[in-house]
Each structure stands twice: as C-alpha cells, then as structure tokens.
C-alpha cells in the first residue's frame, strides 16, 4: 500500500541552526500538509500546500518556517533558525483531492529536538 | 472556524471493560469526521471515518463511531478493550477533501491486563 515517507526520523540540532524536513508523499495526491506535535500535546496544523502554493496555514507557521516542493516527489519544511520551543515531531500528510473523503494520509514522523 | 473538543484527556480501563470516548466538534458546514490512533512510539493512524450514509460506522479492530448531528457529536466506542488497545485517541474533522484537518486534544487510554 502506497505511504506517505519522511526522513530523517530524528534530527538533534544546535538552536539557530536552520532545519530541512523532508517527505515523500503518495505520488498521486494533490494536498500536503505539515503538522506537528509537542511531546505530550495536541497535534497542531501547520500549513497546506496544492497546486504549488501554500492553501492554508496556522499562527504557529510564522515566517521562520517555509515549505517547497522542489520536484515531483519531495515536499519539505524548512527552519530558518530554530528555537527550543521547535522540538516537536513533525507530520507529512497527504490527500488525493476532490473527490476523495478527506482523510489525511500520515507520515511516521520527524522528531526534531533543539539543543 | 472548526475545532474539536475531547472531554476524557486520560481513561484507565481493564482489560474486556467497554468503552467510549467524547467528541464534540464545531462547524456550520458539512463535515468529514475521523477518529486516528497514535500507538505509543508510533505514527498517526486512520481508525475509522464519516464522510455521509450510515451514522453509525465501523472502523479497524472492533471500534465503531457513531455520528449524531443535532449533537455535534462523533462518540467513539468499543465492546471490550484489550492491552493493545493502550494508546492515545485523536478526533479530527475537516470540511472535506483539501481541506486541513483539525484535531482534538486527544484521550490517553491505558487498558490494564
């Protein structure tokens, strides 16, 4: 069954340091999103992403975060300059589009810690 | 907007106990909703969904789901919970297809052999 890839699964790094998430999403789908989620807390959404421009995003997805979608296969999230309160583990989703239910297909995860 | 409420942020069970977590959402519109489990360690995964038809659905490993629109309600229930049934319990909904999906806070089920 085809599934939603996201590397690397964890990544350790020093504050200030810009941070690259990557993922694969299933190839035919259309909609992709990037959420995340603190230890502990709620899974909180970040941003949407169709037809190469972001659809939709949160208060939290300020302008140290961006996405890209630099060829047909990747989707990734970048930190500029990562603060404490960016450790989280972080989830790639996507959607096939109209026409389907809506359900997100999900990643296992980016666990980012900043040190 | 929409959101999501889960009134049980932790249940503790025994093992063949029944069980039903709360769900409340809020949105004006026609919604999808979702119940996703997250096993300890692991990813999000998708245990049962509504788009239209039946209310009363039924998902992965005996859960069900019940849909009650004059209460804004999407229950999440199962007859007898087992030791691996420990995990913790999102409801989500969104407006549909391309849309973001909003999540509740989550329930923490422990089930006790």
């Known amino acids: 069954e085809p599934e939603v890839t996201q590397t690397p699964s964890h990544q350790v790094t020093q504050m200030g340091q810009e941070v690259i998430l990557r993922c694969v999403p299933i190839s035919n789908h259309l909609y992709f999103y990037w959420y995340r989620q603190i230890l502990g807390q709620k899974v909180e959404f970040l941003v949407s992403f169709y037809n190469n421009e972001i659809s939709e995003k949160s208060e939290i997805f300020d302008d140290q975060f961006s996405v890209e979608r630099p060829d047909g296969s990747n989707f990734t999230l970048k930190i500029r300059s990562t603060k404490l309160e960016d450790s989280a583990m972080y989830f790639c989703a996507s959607n096939p589009g109209l026409g389907s239910t809506g359900e997100l297909f999900f990643g296992e995860g980016s666990r980012l810690t900043v040190l | 907007a929409q959101s999501v409420s889960q009134h049980n942020h932790h249940v503790i069970l025994s093992e063949a106990a029944s069980l039903e977590l709360g769900c409340n959402y809020s949105y004006g519109g026609t919604v999808n909703l979702f119940w996703y489990v997250q096993y300890p360690g692991q990813h999000l995964q998708l245990l049962l969904k509504?788009?239209?038809?039946?209310?009363l659905v039924k998902g992965i490993k005996g859960f069900e789901a019940e849909f009650i629109k004059s209460k804004f309600s999407f229950n999440l229930r199962k007859p007898s919970v087992q030791w691996s049934d420990t995990a913790e319990y999102f409801c989500?909904?969104?407006?549909?297809?391309?849309?973001?999906?909003?999540f509740g806070g989550g329930t923490r089920l422990m089930v006790k052999p």
């Open positions: 989500a909904v969104n407006a549909g297809a391309g849309n973001m999906l909003t």
């Open positions: 509504y788009f239209s038809g039946d209310p």
